[in-house]
């Protein structure tokens, strides 16, 4: 493994950051991380993996970085991800997400780093007209998150054409859980995954969990989303990094998700099951450019990559996420003290 060149992550102190962390760590890759620590957390990441506070647009950094810790690959997951923020400030969203990606680009090109893998999100299809959604679906964003992504999206696309760099974008659907070990998991303060919210809920921190539209064309009027678990999201990026590695003229869009779909009402029933214990639940109205159903084909990822999901169960993905909750309550007292 000491032959291998280092692999910089940014946004390596955030919720899916830091699960790729600890996969390419797994899977005996050298890892640096870059992080500005608005919504990470320094102590997600490992205290052997070089950690550097800044901007992912600052070039001299990027550059002193990929001398210093010969990086030979990017994956890219500082940006912010908040749809009903993106529709309230959408400066902020081009701002992070579209202009600093481009500037991060432009270093990584500068700095003749052949590989990128980009953390893009199922919002680039907007409300799609069919599902199961595939990477063909056309790309029609409704909120600035969604746009932010797919004009991030583009631009690897072109600048891969101009330049010797091949990338793999991968749009995510709903990723919920936490690893397994309990290493890491979702702690954003205020986060709005819905698993997020329900475990909060289930262990006392919240009152209950609202749920938003009952009248969607969907077996229980709630909506229904593709749900991952982090850790197998994980295992997809270091399987595209190997894939970009192994061929470096072939490039990659593909979903990431499990092709299977689970309600509102039937995620807040898995954590009353495991927790045996009952959610408060409340009734609110629909959210503007919520789709009644959005569900991944993932044939392209199960073709392309030999990705073997280990934790496509929904009471798994409850109880990890249960079990992180609760050390992170550990964790806050810790840092509070």
């Known amino acids: 493994m000491s032959d291998r060149f280092t692999v910089l992550v940014t946004g390596g102190a955030g919720y899916i950051g830091s699960h790729a962390v ?39 950094l990027i550059a002193k970085i990929v001398t210093e810790q010969n990086i030979g690959a990017v994956m890219h997951f500082a940006g912010s991800v908040v749809v009903p923020e993106s529709v309230e400030n959408p ?27 980009f953390s893009s999100t199922a919002a680039t299809y907007g409300i799609p007209e069919v599902s199961p959604v595939r990477e063909d679906t056309p790309q029609v964003p409704i909120n600035p998150y969604g746009m932010s992504k797919l004009m991030t999206e583009h631009m690897l696309r072109d600048v891969s054409a101009a330049h010797d760099m091949n990338f793999c ?34 262990l006392g921190k919240r009152d209950s969990v609202a749920i938003f539209g009952t009248d969607y064309d969907t077996a229980d009027g709630t909506g229904v989303r593709d749900y991952i678990h982090v850790s197998d999201l994980a295992a997809a990026h270091v399987l595209a990094l190997d894939a970009l590695i192994a061929d470096p003229t072939q490039s990659h869009f593909l979903n990431c998700g499990y092709g299977r779909g689970f309600s509102v009402l039937e995620v807040l029933d898995a954590v009353d099951r495991v927790t045996n214990l009952k959610i408060n639940r409340k009734m609110e109205g629909r959210r503007a450019g919520d789709p009644d159903s959005l569900i991944s084909d993932n044939g392209a990822i199960m073709d392309r ?8 169960d929904l009471d798994q993905i409850v109880t990890h996420a249960l079990a992180w909750e609760r050390k992170l309550g550990d964790i806050q007292q810790e840092q509070s003290a």
């Open 169 to 202: 974008a991968l749009r995510y659907f709903n990723v919920a859980g936490a690893d397994p070990q309990a290493r890491s998991g979702q702690s954003t303060i205020g986060a709005t995954h819905l698993l997020k919210v329900a475990v909060e809920a289930a």
């Open 91 to 117: 400066l902020k969203y081009y701002d992070n997400n579209s202009a600093r990606s481009r500037s991060l680009i432009e270093a990584v090109i500068a700095n003749k780093v052949p590989h990128f893998i």
């Open 22 to 60: 600890l996969a390419l760590h797994d899977a005996g890759w050298p890892v640096a991380v870059i992080d500005n620590l608005v919504t990470g957390f320094r102590w997600a990441v490992p205290d052997d993996v070089p950690f550097y506070e800044g901007n992912i647009a600052d070039a001299a």
């Open 305 to 312: 990559f030999p990705w073997k999901p280990q934790y496509a």
